[in-house]
């Protein structure tokens, strides 16, 4: 293969052309399409190795492609996809900027290259791309989405809203959309308009589990907990391993006072994510509660809760109901 390059980058290629030309009519390729021809062979190959989940390969070709004829914005946005998929943003990132310095227009190179760099932690700097992105196609409702997310990430929740907003007018069907102006909402403080995009999302098929626990989110606060409670339920019934609805339950149940069931909840979210300081203080909470129900006599309960407290605030400190709660309950434990 190596021989091929060097020869087809190296002297003029002559195509022998059949069908409607007739046979033997000859076209003249200049010597500076060959670099074009071979690199988009390679990108044709690294297509067949994705489709059949050769992924390294398929980036081993793309990085043949890029050095037959490094001036193919395609195949940096390619390379920078396979990358991305990987979840190796920098990577990714490296390859959109190139097809992006070669290709100011290309929406994909510019709308890859934010995205990069919103998936590598910075929402801010992508913002900026993003905005070139639409400048090129102002009416592409993904990178509307896209931008309302990281405008959420960095506080500039009004600036969210215009483009959640622009975007389900954009594509009133796609339920991904109402589902982040849902939480656009939310994070305005609007819950009912929340709970009312949500669930123009669920008339477009079953939520996400992320946005029925936003819906949930959004029934609690505006007095609807029993809603909440089965939106949670039919979570955990379809994924018993969803430490944040077994943790939201536990808080819903307790305020019904049923402590029973809220510390069988809060126990099995700790036991999904023993890392949750919400899912920790509410053990906490239920047991001291269970403790002080019991006439106070059982020191074994309380001990266990001051030490889920413990561990809470070790990975949260800064925590002033906690640190107040281990202070009473917590004393020669």
């Not at 939106?231 to 305020?255: F, I, K, M, T, W």
């Not at 919400?278 to 006599?297: E, F, P, R, Y």
Request: glycine share 8%; with cysteine; hydrophobic share 45%.
């Amino acid at each position: 293969m190596g021989a091929m390059v060097q020869g087809a980058a190296a002297v003029m290629v002559a195509l022998v052309v059949t069908g409607c030309c007739g046979p033997g009519y000859v076209v003249a390729m200049r010597p500076d399409d060959a670099p074009t021809v071979v690199a988009r062979r390679y990108m044709d190959d690294a297509e067949l190795y994705r489709v059949q989940g050769m992924e390294d390969a398929a980036i081993e070709s793309l990085a043949r492609a890029i050095e037959v004829n490094p001036r193919l914005p395609e195949a940096h946005i390619e390379l920078g996809d396979r990358y991305r998929e990987r979840e190796q943003y920098g990577e990714a990132e490296r390859a959109y900027a190139h097809a992006a310095a070669l290709d100011p227009q290309s929406f994909d190179a510019v709308y890859h290259l934010a995205l990069a760099r919103h998936l590598r932690g910075a929402a801010g700097e992508a913002t900026v791309i993003y905005a070139r992105a639409l400048a090129i196609s102002p009416d592409d409702a993904r990178a509307h989405r896209a931008v309302a997310a990281a405008h959420v990430q960095t506080g500039r929740i009004y600036e969210a809203l215009r483009h959640a907003y622009r975007a389900v007018e954009l594509e009133p069907a796609h339920q991904a959309g109402w589902s982040n102006l849902g939480a656009v909402y939310a994070r305005l403080g609007d819950h009912e308009q929340a709970v009312e995009a949500y669930r123009r999302g669920a008339t477009l098929g079953e939520l996400a589990e992320g946005a029925r626990l936003g819906l949930a989110d959004a029934h609690v606060q505006v007095g609807r907990a029993e809603m909440a409670i089965a939106v949670l339920e039919r979570v955990v019934q379809e994924n018993p391993d969803s430490a944040a609805a077994h943790e939201r339950l536990g808080y819903l149940r307790y305020r019904q006072r049923d402590v029973d069931a809220a510390l069988a909840h809060y126990r099995q979210a700790v036991a999904i994510d023993g890392q949750d300081p919400a899912a920790l203080n509410g053990v906490g909470v239920c047991l001291v509660t269970k403790w002080l129900q019991g006439g106070a006599s059982d020191r074994a309960m309380r001990r266990e809760a001051v030490e889920h407290w413990r561990v809470s605030l070790r990975l949260r400190p800064s925590q002033p109901r906690i640190v107040d709660l281990l202070g009473r309950y917590g004393r020669g434990m």
